[in-house]
């Protein structure tokens, strides 16, 4: 860092100054206004004193220490001499104080020195600071990669755990794939998918659907309680159509048995439901009902990964009401980071059976291993 003090006429001058000689960069540390030293500096004119400040970006980071704390003590030596400048000053100046009685003037320059003082104590605090908050490459890879705070520091501790000697790349690989609990559950049966607006439900039931019936040869049925979104019905209708699969729409409890019933011969029976506040306790209950009726432990909670961080936390904490015991993460192809698997996974405590990837029915959704998802938080892989 290069401290540099200007002694000009006014702010304009210093400021001129100031850019040519150290930059736009430059940043004003302290200004004041001062006389010139003598008897003659008390009837003339102020001074304006501005101390500015620059980072060498040029040299190493130990250099700029080493030089930061060099400039810091030439400032100080020259707060001394200053000092000693003030004191001729203040001397003088007490002769013309017993003229004319005003005492404002010695004041003032008392108060100025302080200000110094505590200006230099300050300087040297911040330095202290910016070398203790100083991030390792390990946090800065993490957070760059969207992991929270929370997460990053089970990441480190459990890095540090490792007694192998392999590089740190290496550690963090091994510890990421151990942190992602991937779903064994079996697509059979009746299966639940819910989760909050906008996440993409009804698509991935029909990536679902697609993916059951075409690929695997399952017998699959439809089944939507999202009454409530305008052409939801429609497009989960269309697909059934399209997938020449049986569709129904339930509004009811008693429709709900009715439904489940009329397709007691499928392999796989799909149900979509409402897009529900994970803030709003009554709604949940509404559709913890219709959870509860269909009597199913497959239910899969589906969350977008480009979800913030806190609403994360607030989803997964408002949906324990339904009993989930898998996720589904969706919308990768709208994130370029992929951090927010790894806070979900970590959060929820459950494990991740599948994510999608586009808009495409059935191709965009994948079973990924932990090592593929691990690869995908890295920046190894990416999905578009």
Do not use: W
Not at 111 to 127: G, L, Q, Y
Request: aromatic residues 4%; contains cysteine.
């Amino acid at each position: 860092m290069i401290i540099k003090r200007y002694i000009a006429n006014n702010m304009n001058e210093a400021l001129t100054r100031i850019r040519y000689e150290l930059g736009k960069e430059a940043v004003i540390i302290s200004q004041r206004k001062i006389r010139k030293p003598g008897f003659a500096g008390l009837f003339a004119k102020k001074s304006i004193e501005v101390t500015a400040a620059v980072e060498n970006m040029i040299k190493n980071e130990d250099n700029s220490v080493k030089e930061s704390i060099e400039a810091i003590k030439q400032v100080m030596k020259n707060e001394i001499k200053a000092e000693k400048e003030v004191n001729i000053i203040k001397e003088t100046q007490a002769s013309a104080l017993l003229v004319n009685g005003n005492k404002e003037e010695s004041s003032d320059l008392a108060k100025e020195i302080r200000e110094i003082r505590e200006m230099m104590s300050n300087m040297v605090s911040v330095k202290t600071t910016e070398r203790t908050i100083r991030k390792s490459k390990l946090q800065v890879k993490l957070a760059q990669a969207d992991i929270n705070d929370s997460v990053s520091k089970k990441i480190q501790t459990r890095i540090k755990s490792i007694e192998e000697k392999l590089e740190e790349d290496e550690k963090l690989k091994i510890t990421l794939e151990k942190m992602i609990s991937i779903s064994k559950v079996k697509m059979e049966g009746k299966v639940i998918l819910v989760g909050p607006t906008g996440v993409g439900k009804t698509t991935t039931i029909a990536k679902l659907a697609g993916r059951l019936a075409l690929i695997e040869k399952k017998k699959v049925g439809l089944v939507t309680i999202d009454t409530y979104r305008i052409g939801a019905i429609e497009q989960l209708k269309t697909y059934a159509e399209i997938m020449e699969l049986p569709f129904k729409v339930v509004i009811t409890l008693k429709e709900m048995d009715a439904a489940l019933d009329s397709m007691k011969d499928c392999d796989v029976i799909l149900i979509d439901t409402t897009g529900r506040s994970s803030k709003n306790t009554m709604q949940l209950s509404e559709l913890r009902a219709f959870v509860e009726k269909v009597n199913t432990k497959n239910i899969h909670l589906v969350i977008s990964s480009t979800t913030k961080n806190n609403d994360i936390q607030a989803i997964i904490d408002g949906y324990k009401v339904l009993n989930y015991s898998n996720l589904i993460i969706t919308k990768l192809d709208e994130t370029s980071t992929y951090g927010s698997i790894l806070n979900i996974l970590d959060y929820a405590k459950k494990p991740l059976s599948f994510v999608t990837t586009g808009q495409s029915v059935p191709d965009d959704i994948k079973n990924l291993t932990a090592e593929a998802i691990s690869n995908l938080i890295l920046g190894v892989d990416s999905i578009c």
